[in-house]
């Protein structure tokens, strides 16, 4: 017994050691994010996205991005019978009133030192990840439960899920690099406020949550609170792009720093079609996670439904995203208006996750913070 106790307490103390680590790591990868935009801000590659979404020539770039160009040479004969190319002819097939922009050439800027710090950050990324996700199983060895009895423990997996993620969307060829600096950001916050407010010492649970259904409901809320995230960071910079190429597209002026980083981003089109599809393709997960909360909660405390608060958010939260994709679907709460929910959507799991747990109590209080 004193051995086991020994045993779990190093490995307690080896995790803690491990998301530490992690977030060195995670540091020197904001930083090489941090040069990799700095850098691509003076690409000439950069500049010529900014001449290619700047006043007067949006119209060209929407040819750009969508247009099939007919080239036909014709032969003429002048003195040396010299071969002329005559003026491409363009053909637009998008939708009238659609602004279509190409995407920015990313936060590197085209140029091979912002791409080279790029992926210095996306190593370090990956290095971070894999230190975190060795403190998670090492907490779970420790406590011989699932990680994430409580906040610390679902804070930390939670971080680890979401890094997890983008690089699978890397993996996969998906051009989300420009996640990477918002990503370890916010990683960063999280396991700062998980390693001070809320670290909680390694315990066992409560009879109640001795269930196999605690791998099951919990690791499905925990995947799709990172995914919703991803689909929120999304979202910010979809608006945040919209509202850039509006202003372009109006002749307004736009500020050198700001109109840099817009420019290097994907296009709005493009921004509102991801948080779109990372959003609808992780409802039916949420859905099946509220689900099998009910079950679980019939199994331990005799009810299906109760009216707790985390229940109740956890609800909330759902309707929130259905009206999102129902407002996709629905002529005129398109675009902003849509996008707005699916952040109001993000800040009720955001509410889910932090005010419930920390503010107010119920069923789900039983492990503190």
């Not at 247009?67 to 002329?84: L, Y």
């Not at 390693?195 to 925990?222: C, E, G, K, M, R």
């Not at 500020?255 to 409802?283: C, H, Q």
């Not at 949420?286 to 009910?294: D, E, K, L, Y």
Request: aromatic fraction near 14%; charged fraction near 15%.
């Amino acid at each position: 017994m004193i051995l086991a106790a020994t045993t779990n307490e190093n490995l307690a103390n080896t995790a803690n050691v491990l998301v530490y680590s992690s977030m060195a790591i995670y540091t020197l990868a904001f930083f090489a994010h941090i040069v990799e935009w700095v850098l691509g801000s003076r690409s000439k590659v950069g500049r010529t996205a900014a001449a290619l979404t700047g006043a007067g020539t949006a119209a060209k770039a929407k040819a750009k991005a969508t247009a099939t160009v007919e080239v036909r040479t014709a032969e003429k004969e002048n003195g040396g019978g010299t071969a002329v190319l005559e003026r491409p002819k363009v053909i637009t097939r998008s939708a009238a009133g659609r602004r279509d922009v190409p995407d920015g050439p990313g936060a590197a800027g085209g140029t091979f030192k912002g791409d080279l710090y790029g992926r210095i950050a996306v190593s370090m990324t990956a290095l971070g990840f894999l230190l975190e996700a060795a403190g998670v199983i090492s907490r779970a060895m420790a406590v011989q439960r699932a990680p994430w009895g409580n906040m610390y423990e679902f804070s930390t997996t939670f971080s680890t899920v979401a890094v997890g993620t983008y690089l699978a969307f890397l993996l996969t060829k998906k051009n989300v690099r420009w996640i990477g600096l918002p990503l370890v950001t916010t990683v960063l916050l999280n396991l700062g406020i998980a390693t001070t407010v809320l670290y909680t010492d390694s315990d066992q649970l409560v009879p109640a949550l001795h269930s196999y259904w605690l791998w099951i409901h919990v690791s499905t809320a925990i995947f799709c609170g990172a995914v919703f995230y991803l689909g929120a960071v999304g979202t910010l910079f979809y608006l945040l792009r919209d509202v850039y190429e509006s202003k372009v597209a109006r002749g307004a002026t736009v500020g050198r720093a700001w109109a840099s980083i817009m420019e290097r981003l994907p296009a709005a089109a493009t921004l509102d079609k991801f948080s779109y599809r990372v959003n609808a393709a992780v409802f039916p997960l949420w859905t099946f996670t509220i689900i099998a909360g009910a079950i679980w909660a019939g199994d331990a405390w005799g009810r299906y439904w109760g009216w707790d608060p985390k229940e109740v958010w956890s609800f909330i939260t759902w309707v929130a995203y259905a009206c999102y994709l129902h407002a996709r679907a629905t002529a005129g709460w398109k675009g902003r208006k849509a996008a707005t929910l699916a952040l109001v959507a993000f800040g009720c799991w955001l509410f889910n996750y932090y005010g419930v747990n920390i503010f107010v109590t119920g069923k789900h209080s039983y492990a503190g913070v």
